[in-house]
């Protein structure tokens, strides 16, 4: 999918940044040599306290990280080994008062790591992340901290707190009673050897998927292979394969995804199956950065886990504080959308095959020829190509008078770009965001070229959490991977990289708005089902009709989108919706099914795993593919998605129900807005996740909106 939300290690409750509150333990004389000479040992004097990264080196990560982690140990140790009897204030307030250092270095590391990645930062990656888990075992596997924990909360309902601390202490009692606070001594410590290795093998697989990305390009040879590609586009090739000394070449490089933007335009058929096989086997070539043992290990590494905090999967152990709940449940909210979007799905690929016979092609389509027919399908259903709609979508007039127009139309926000903040690459650019009442309140970073180091997909995540017990405010970052253009081009997109900009901008708001006491409940710190529901709602504002003439102006000459091509993309939008839902539950089944394993199951041989999974659950339509694949599902073994990919789908029912709200009460207005960031996006986690919705909606939600909005039969 387009978002990716980037999870760090340490988990919400180190997301905490502001002044020590213990104090630090007496450094050696080698100890100060460091500490003065690294950034991260002291409190950034910028705007909002956000890191310098002119002043940050590689080699500051590694010391500022352990030391971070050895300063938290202490901290819990302190904690739990207080004599004082347990309240509130003694045992979870100070509790997420701890890791500061640690979180401080952690939030920049995560957000270079993934977005300007090298191989220093990835070892760190590597070495430091079974280091992390242990530190998160020592939280949450401390007998003595969780009898804290537990004696507040079965005397919760005498302790007269508050809403948002009673919901602190629930979360807190179900994350340690989830992590295993309950088991044997002996079974805690073969939980954290499972942890660790574990953590291990998912950075481990992060660097290896990286690497396969990168070394996966497709490099051409001869022009003519390129034929279709806009002369633009070519130049970009060029330019990469320049990059690694390959002049007279050109280099495709590879997004995450199974499918590639260039297999819409490329009509050289053998140069689209050459690029859809480099994708489709990227991490399957037996060399070092194949990863089919490691996610072997890994889905092992957790169905063990689960076992030993007694449930039969670790899907069933990880959706329990999820809204689905069971995975029963996410197969039976499946069961209502996987036929209706195959059988779509297949009435589209005759729609297709029938082009490719006219054009007497010759052959049955396969998955390298949908993107490139279903254009020309589209183009003469709609009579919509591209090439006419892209120069209308250049990514700084979308971003400025789009991305930010909406939030200001919606939440009265206003953006002054800001240069005397350092940046870590030279494409980012920051933010300063004003609300409502004109105050400034947090910082906006973006960063929307692809790179050959920076991960695939798009996400969002902090570089500062808000929390009023800790004083900080919200610096929030967005992260795509669009083709970066030729030296004096303009940056056109497509209209599926808008909507991926109005996505992660989505994630931004719920982080911009967060308004907690405590930064483990902040912002987008919620269920998995959940945090998608405010990025896809976002989404909707790219075409609505105020947004879309507001930003979508030809970039020679400044012309507003004509309505006859609006009303083209408003057509169009409804095509290949059984495709695009097709490939999107393939890849949730799959992450399913590689989650519903047991303990005692084997797997073999993981494409052969992947093929018959896929089968068991109806999708045996070979011209439609999963979106990811099992090697290079980087959601589902790297970045806290594992059994909770349905999470896209799940939040698709919730923000097309939202969306059908505001339709029904006037669309894009500032008192819509106001309702829905008091109900939604200001709310983090501090009310179940039912009653929320419930509150903002009026009951709970429905599914039609969805299946509707996906041409799906309504039941």
């Not at 890791?99 to 952690?106: A, C, K, P």
């Not at 020679?556 to 409804?574: M, V």
């Not at 929320?692 to 709970?700: I, L, Q």
């Given at each position: 999918?387009?978002y990716?939300?980037?999870?760090t290690?340490?988990?919400?409750?180190?997301?905490?940044?502001?002044?020590?509150?213990?104090g630090?333990?007496?450094?050696?004389a080698?100890?100060?040599?460091?500490?003065s000479?690294n950034?991260?040992f002291?409190?950034?004097?910028l705007?909002?306290?956000?890191?310098?990264?002119?002043?940050?080196?590689?080699?500051?990560?590694?010391p500022?990280?352990?030391?971070?982690i050895?300063?938290?140990?202490?901290?819990?140790?302190?904690?739990?080994?207080?004599?004082?009897?347990?309240?509130?204030?003694?045992?979870?307030?100070?509790?997420?008062?701890t890791?500061?250092?640690?979180?401080?270095?952690n939030?920049?590391f995560?957000l270079?790591?993934?977005?300007?990645?090298?191989?220093?930062l990835?070892?760190l990656q590597e070495?430091?992340?079974p280091?992390?888990?242990?530190?998160?075992?020592?939280?949450?596997?401390?007998?003595?901290?969780?009898k804290k924990?537990?004696?507040?909360?079965?005397?919760?309902a005498?302790?007269?707190?508050?809403?948002?601390?009673?919901?602190?202490?629930?979360?807190?009692?179900?994350?340690?009673?989830?992590?295993?606070?309950?088991?044997?001594?002996?079974?805690?410590s073969?939980?954290k050897?499972?942890?660790?290795?574990?953590?291990?093998?998912e950075?481990k697989?992060?660097?290896?998927?990286?690497?396969?990305a990168?070394?996966?390009?497709?490099?051409?040879?001869?022009s003519?292979?390129?034929?279709?590609?806009?002369?633009?586009?070519?130049?970009?090739?060029?330019?990469?394969?320049?990059a690694?000394?390959?002049?007279?070449?050109?280099?495709?490089?590879?997004?995450?995804?199974?499918?590639?933007p260039p297999?819409?335009?490329l009509?050289?058929?053998?140069?689209r199956?050459k690029?859809?096989?480099?994708?489709?086997t990227?991490?399957?070539?037996?060399?070092?950065?194949?990863?089919?043992?490691t996610?072997t290990?890994?889905?092992?590494?957790?169905a063990?886990?689960a076992?030993?905090?007694?449930?039969?999967?670790?899907?069933?152990?990880?959706?329990?504080?999820?809204m689905?709940?069971?995975p029963?449940?996410?197969?039976?909210?499946?069961?209502?959308?996987?036929?209706?979007?195959?059988?779509?799905?297949?009435e589209?690929?005759?729609?297709?095959?029938?082009?490719?016979?006219?054009q007497?092609?010759?052959?049955?389509?396969?998955?390298?020829?949908?993107?490139?027919?279903?254009?020309q399908?589209?183009k003469e259903?709609?009579?919509?190509d591209?090439?006419e709609?892209?120069?209308?979508?250049?990514?700084?007039k979308?971003?400025?008078?789009?991305?930010?127009?909406a939030?200001?139309?919606?939440?009265?926000?206003?953006?002054?770009e800001?240069?005397d903040?350092?940046?870590?690459?030279?494409?980012?650019r920051?933010?300063?965001?004003?609300?409502?009442?004109?105050?400034?309140?947090?910082?906006?970073?973006?960063?929307?070229?692809?790179?050959d180091?920076?991960?695939?997909?798009?996400?969002?995540?902090?570089?500062?959490g808000?929390?009023?017990l800790?004083?900080t405010?919200p610096?929030?970052?967005?992260?795509?991977?669009?083709?970066?253009?030729?030296?004096?081009?303009?940056a056109?997109?497509?209209?599926?990289d808008?909507?991926?900009m109005?996505?992660e901008?989505?994630h931004?708001l719920?982080?911009?708005?967060?308004s907690q006491?405590?930064?483990?409940?902040?912002?987008?710190?919620?269920?998995?089902?959940?945090?998608?529901?405010?990025s896809?709602?976002?989404?909707?504002?790219?075409l609505y009709?105020k947004?879309?003439k507001?930003?979508?102006?030809?970039y020679?000459?400044?012309?507003?989108?004509?309505q006859t091509?609006?009303?083209?993309?408003?057509?169009?939008?409804?095509?290949?919706k059984?495709?695009?839902q097709?490939?999107v539950?393939a890849?949730?089944?799959?992450?399913?099914?590689w989650?519903?394993?047991?303990?005692?199951?084997?797997?073999?041989?993981v494409?052969?795993?992947?093929?018959?999974?896929?089968?068991?659950?109806?999708f045996?339509?070979?011209?439609v593919?999963?979106?990811?694949?099992s090697?290079?599902?980087?959601h589902?073994?790297?970045n806290?998605?594992?059994?909770?990919?349905?999470?896209?789908?799940w939040?698709?029912?919730?923000?097309?129900?939202?969306?059908?709200?505001?339709?029904?009460?006037?669309g894009?207005?500032?008192?819509?807005?106001?309702?829905?960031?008091?109900?939604?996006l200001?709310?983090?986690?501090t009310?179940d996740?039912?009653?929320?919705?419930?509150a903002?909606r009026?009951?709970?939600?429905?599914?039609?909106?969805?299946?509707r909005?996906?041409?799906?039969p309504?039941?």
């Amino acid at each position: 999918m387009k978002y990716l939300l980037k999870i760090t290690l340490v988990l919400c409750m180190t997301a905490a940044l502001s002044s020590f509150q213990n104090g630090n333990p007496k450094p050696s004389a080698n100890k100060n040599k460091v500490a003065s000479t690294n950034p991260f040992f002291k409190l950034s004097k910028l705007p909002y306290g956000v890191p310098d990264f002119s002043k940050i080196n590689d080699s500051d990560y590694r010391p500022a990280l352990e030391a971070g982690i050895k300063q938290q140990l202490s901290e819990i140790k302190q904690i739990a080994n207080s004599s004082a009897a347990p309240t509130f204030a003694n045992t979870l307030v100070a509790l997420e008062k701890t890791g500061q250092l640690l979180t401080r270095v952690n939030n920049a590391f995560s957000l270079v790591s993934g977005a300007n990645t090298n191989p220093t930062l990835q070892q760190l990656q590597e070495d430091i992340a079974p280091k992390l888990t242990a530190l998160n075992d020592a939280l949450y596997l401390n007998t003595k901290l969780f009898k804290k924990v537990e004696t507040l909360h079965k005397n919760k309902a005498t302790v007269g707190l508050d809403k948002e601390s009673a919901r602190l202490l629930d979360y807190y009692y179900q994350q340690f009673i989830k992590a295993g606070a309950q088991l044997s001594e002996a079974d805690k410590s073969t939980l954290k050897k499972l942890n660790e290795e574990e953590a291990s093998l998912e950075a481990k697989y992060g660097n290896q998927l990286l690497a396969a990305a990168k070394a996966g390009g497709l490099v051409v040879s001869d022009s003519s292979e390129l034929a279709g590609l806009s002369a633009a586009t070519k130049e970009a090739y060029a330019q990469s394969a320049k990059a690694k000394n390959l002049d007279g070449k050109w280099i495709i490089s590879l997004k995450n995804t199974t499918q590639q933007p260039p297999l819409s335009s490329l009509s050289n058929r053998a140069t689209r199956q050459k690029l859809f096989e480099a994708s489709w086997t990227r991490a399957e070539k037996g060399d070092s950065n194949d990863t089919r043992a490691t996610i072997t290990r890994i889905a092992i590494l957790r169905a063990q886990k689960a076992k030993l905090l007694g449930f039969k999967s670790y899907a069933a152990w990880n959706l329990q504080d999820q809204m689905a709940e069971t995975p029963e449940a996410v197969e039976a909210f499946f069961a209502k959308l996987v036929p209706s979007a195959i059988g779509k799905a297949k009435e589209e690929a005759k729609d297709i095959q029938a082009l490719i016979n006219k054009q007497n092609g010759g052959f049955e389509l396969q998955p390298w020829d949908w993107d490139y027919y279903s254009e020309q399908v589209r183009k003469e259903k709609y009579n919509l190509d591209e090439s006419e709609i892209t120069p209308y979508f250049e990514l700084d007039k979308v971003l400025e008078k789009g991305v930010f127009y909406a939030a200001n139309q919606l939440y009265g926000l206003t953006f002054k770009e800001r240069h005397d903040i350092p940046i870590y690459q030279s494409d980012v650019r920051v933010f300063e965001v004003y609300d409502k009442d004109g105050k400034p309140f947090a910082l906006f970073y973006c960063d929307y070229f692809k790179r050959d180091n920076k991960n695939g997909g798009a996400w969002m995540s902090n570089l500062m959490g808000q929390s009023t017990l800790l004083g900080t405010k919200p610096v929030i970052y967005n992260i795509c991977n669009f083709t970066k253009p030729a030296a004096g081009q303009p940056a056109l997109i497509s209209f599926d990289d808008v909507t991926t900009m109005f996505h992660e901008f989505g994630h931004g708001l719920h982080g911009l708005f967060a308004s907690q006491q405590y930064p483990t409940l902040s912002g987008t710190s919620v269920a998995r089902d959940y945090v998608e529901f405010p990025s896809q709602f976002n989404e909707h504002w790219a075409l609505y009709p105020k947004v879309l003439k507001h930003y979508a102006l030809h970039y020679k000459t400044g012309e507003p989108i004509p309505q006859t091509l609006i009303d083209k993309i408003k057509k169009a939008n409804s095509f290949n919706k059984g495709y695009s839902q097709t490939e999107v539950l393939a890849a949730a089944t799959l992450d399913l099914k590689w989650h519903n394993l047991t303990a005692t199951d084997e797997i073999k041989d993981v494409d052969e795993f992947e093929k018959n999974a896929l089968q068991s659950a109806g999708f045996d339509f070979a011209p439609v593919p999963s979106r990811y694949r099992s090697t290079y599902f980087l959601h589902i073994w790297g970045n806290g998605y594992a059994a909770g990919y349905y999470a896209y789908e799940w939040t698709k029912m919730l923000e097309e129900d939202a969306f059908s709200w505001f339709q029904e009460h006037g669309g894009l207005t500032r008192t819509n807005g106001q309702y829905f960031r008091d109900r939604i996006l200001s709310k983090g986690n501090t009310e179940d996740y039912n009653t929320m919705f419930k509150a903002f909606r009026g009951r709970k939600p429905d599914i039609k909106p969805m299946e509707r909005d996906l041409g799906l039969p309504i039941k």
